[in-house]
């Protein structure tokens, strides 16, 4: 409802970045009223939603912070196309790692509770026994 009249305006008027600011006001408006509905039929609190949500938000905090010192560090010329991508890749590459290890690190010090990251790993450790066990069978 917000969203797209957001969207055709804002990128009419600034392009990709009015876009990127169209689907951020709809998120920043409707986001706490998704919050305050799933609160009241899950019956949950802030607690628990933070309990889950700190890990992750604190990862992609980090990773933003990093990215953003790369991309300060990184020379860019628009003139230059391929340099432009390389620079996207190294900073994409480099926020990937900054987040998987942050959220794991906070994961580890938050004595492995079990989550999202548990399950993944889990799913990890699986497939690397069932290859393992696969490329040993003649």
């Not at 409707?30 to 607690?47: D, E």
């Not at 628009?78 to 790692?97: E, K, S, T």
Request: glycine residues 6%; hydrophobic residues 55%; contains cysteine.
């Amino acid at each position: 409802s917000l969203l797209l009249p957001a969207l055709v305006v804002l990128t009419l008027r600034f392009g990709a970045i009015g876009a990127a600011y169209g689907y951020l006001i709809a998120q920043a408006v409707f986001t706490p009223i998704s919050f305050s509905v799933l609160f009241k039929v899950l019956n949950i609190t802030t607690r628990h939603i933070m309990r889950v949500l700190w890990r992750p938000v604190l990862s992609a905090a980090s990773m933003f912070g990093m990215v953003r010192l790369l991309a300060a560090v990184l020379p860019s010329d628009p003139q230059v196309h391929i340099m432009v991508l390389q620079h996207f890749l190294a900073a994409a590459i480099c926020g990937a790692v900054t987040y998987v290890s942050c959220l794991y690190a906070l994961w580890t010090l938050s004595a492995q509770p079990v989550g999202a990251e548990s399950r993944i790993l889990g799913a990890v450790q699986s497939t690397r026994v069932w290859l393992r066990l696969k490329s040993c069978q003649p």
